[in-house]
Each structure stands twice: as structure tokens, then as C-alpha cells.
């Protein structure tokens, strides 16, 4: 079974920064895309960036966050991560990482075959 662990959300003023991290394990866990989504209170969750897992690092962002967000990956350390910068405050949400198996579309949620718990980002004005 796969699993998806989140880290690195945490309180931070508008204009600062955040690193978030998602570490894969499990003996089948051999993704072909990774993606970040957030869920703000009393909202859905919504698409924030994807990369592809192997060969290039083929990424996509959401358009709210494109040019403030950075999506990366160390492939061998099985580890995804989101750097946010120029926070605001309707970046507040819980960010969580997936995972899908094969090409998707990768802005779907439904399309993902596994999902971490979630981390916690509030961004104070």
C-alpha cells in the first residue's frame, strides 16, 4: 500500500514563505504524476500544481499561485515538495499531496489514486 505524509505547514504573516514536503513509501509506490491541492474552510478542494515523476519534471500550476508557488521533486528520495512564496491570505487552506499511477487529468482530484493527510497552512494579514 502506498502512503503519502505531508509536513511543513505551519502560521505565517502575508508576504512570507512556507516549504511543504510529501514523502512517498510503499513497495508499489512508482507514481507517474504527484500534485498538490488545497481546501480552504467551506470550500472545495482545488488544484495547486502537479510534476511528473520521472524523466523530465514536467510541472503545472494552478493560475492563483503560478509565479509564487514552486513544485520539485528528488525522485530518489521519494519526497515532493511546494514552495510558496509571497503568501496571502487566501493561500489559508489544508494542502494535501497525491499521487496517480498513470496520465491524467491532472487538475481532477477524482483522477488520483492516493492522498495524504493533509497539512494545515494559515497565512495571517
Known amino acids: 500500500q502506498v502512503q503519502l505524509v505531508e509536513s511543513g505547514g505551519g502560521l505565517v504573516q502575508a508576504g512570507g514563505s512556507l516549504a511543504l514536503s510529501c514523502v512517498g513509501s510503499g513497495r508499489t509506490f512508482s507514481p507517474y504524476v504527484m500534485g498538490w491541492f488545497r481546501q480552504a474552510p467551506g470550500k472545495e478542494r482545488e488544484f495547486v500544481a502537479v510534476?511528473?515523476?520521472?524523466?523530465?519534471?514536467?510541472?503545472f500550476y494552478a493560475d492563483s499561485v503560478r509565479d509564487r508557488f514552486t513544485i520539485s521533486r528528488d525522485s530518489a528520495k521519494n519526497t515532493m515538495y511546494l514552495q510558496m512564496n509571497s503568501l496571502k491570505p487566501e493561500d489559508t487552506a489544508v494542502y494535501y499531496c497525491?499521487?496517480?499511477?498513470?496520465?491524467?487529468?491532472?487538475?481532477?482530484?477524482?483522477?488520483?489514486?492516493?492522498w495524504g493527510q493533509g497539512t494545515q497552512v494559515t497565512v495571517s494579514s
Open positions: 510534476i511528473k515523476w520521472k524523466d523530465r519534471a514536467v510541472t
Open positions: 497525491a499521487a496517480a499511477n498513470y496520465y491524467i487529468d491532472y487538475a481532477k482530484e477524482y483522477e488520483y489514486d492516493y
